[in-house]
């Protein structure tokens, strides 16, 4: 039976449902032949929407690990979102409909600064900003910052309305490498889909589980690690990440949380056939 919680040792993880959303594969992964991934439609039905786009999903996972709470990525926010036909996200929905309260969550994390993961950060009010979390510390990758807040990058990026606001309501912590986020759960950098792309260990009573981030989108890039999307900034360093890690996972049978993939994206990488699989628990 499909579950939106996964026990790591004495770590509960926690799968919130943002939003589905469906692109054109030829604009997803511009690199790949379309037709390259139609190989995989039948092992990965929930990937392919019926109309033959890519149907992928916004998620956050939260982890609860003595006493702390911790919500990974922030998703797509309330709408209207252009690219989503107007819509808006509905995690905290999802999480008050999983009995989880706003002011539970002491950290939020990003695995990295894309408009898919810090959309609920803050919400307006009056003339400004108010943190969604109010009880949190919001920890951002310093090269992400450095990357998403820079002149060039501050008005396309969105992080003007999403990120920056944190600084001034003094509820953000910028963090490089491998920090502990709370017993047993710890951050690892995998660069690459963006400078600062971080992922989330956790690791209790023996029990490993991963957090993956952006570091796939379509479940074949499990075998195809060489295959890239558009939003991966750095091809070569994100194909390096990505092999890294699905390679650990597999060898070592960790469990993976996967953003993006059906949810609640949770799944072991097997062998089957010679090829990589991800297998959804
Ligand atoms: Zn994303």
């Known amino acids: 039976m499909t579950s939106?919680?996964?026990?790591?040792?004495?770590?509960?993880i926690v799968e919130f449902l943002d939003t589905p959303m469906a692109f054109p594969f030829g604009a997803f992964f511009p690199s790949v032949p379309a037709q390259e991934f139609e190989a995989y439609k039948q092992v990965y039905p929930q990937s392919h929407a019926p109309d033959g786009r890519f149907q992928t999903y916004a998620q956050c996972y939260l982890v609860r690990s003595?006493?702390?709470?911790?919500?990974?990525?922030?998703?797509?926010?309330?709408?209207?979102?252009?690219?989503?036909g107007g819509a808006g996200g509905r995690l905290l929905?999802?999480?008050?409909?999983?009995?989880?309260?706003?002011?539970?969550?002491?950290?939020?994390?990003?695995?990295?600064?894309?408009?898919?993961?810090?959309?609920?950060?803050?919400r307006r009010e009056g003339g400004g900003y108010r943190a969604t979390f109010p009880r949190?510390?919001?920890?951002?990758?310093?090269?992400?910052?450095?990357?998403?807040t820079s002149p060039a990058m501050l008005e396309q990026s969105g992080a003007k309305q999403t990120v920056v606001p944190l600084k001034g309501l003094g509820a953000l912590d910028l963090f490089s490498g491998e920090i502990t986020l709370a017993e047993g759960?710890?951050?690892?950098?995998?660069?690459?889909?963006?400078?600062?792309?971080?992922?989330?260990?956790?690791?209790?009573?023996?029990?490993?589980?991963?957090?993956?981030?952006?570091?796939?989108?379509?479940?074949?890039?499990?075998?195809?690690?060489?295959?890239?999307?558009?939003?991966?900034?750095?091809?070569?360093?994100?194909?390096e990440s990505r092999s890294k890690v699905f390679e650990q996972l597999e060898s070592e049978g960790l469990t993976a949380a996967i953003c993006h993939f059906p949810p609640p994206g949770f799944g072991k990488l097997v062998r089957l056939e010679g090829r990589r699989v991800f297998r959804a628990l």
Request: glycine letters at 12%; proline letters at 6%; aromatic letters at 6%.
């Open 66 to 84: 003595d006493g702390r709470t911790v919500l990974v990525d922030t998703g797509v926010g309330p709408g209207p979102i252009e690219w989503l």
């Open 136 to 148: 949190a510390r919001y920890l951002v990758p310093q090269a992400d910052w450095d990357h998403f």
């Open 185 to 239: 759960v710890t951050t690892i950098p995998t660069p690459g889909h963006t400078p600062g792309h971080t992922s989330v260990l956790v690791s209790s009573q023996g029990e490993r589980a991963i957090i993956t981030g952006d570091l796939a989108h379509h479940p074949a890039q499990v075998d195809q690690t060489e295959w890239c999307s558009a939003f991966d900034g750095e091809s070569p360093q994100a194909i």
């Open 93 to 122: 929905d999802d999480m008050s409909g999983k009995g989880v309260k706003l002011e539970d969550v002491d950290t939020v994390v990003f695995t990295h600064l894309h408009g898919d993961h810090v959309g609920w950060n803050v």
């Open 4 to 12: 939106h919680s996964l026990r790591v040792g004495s770590v509960e």
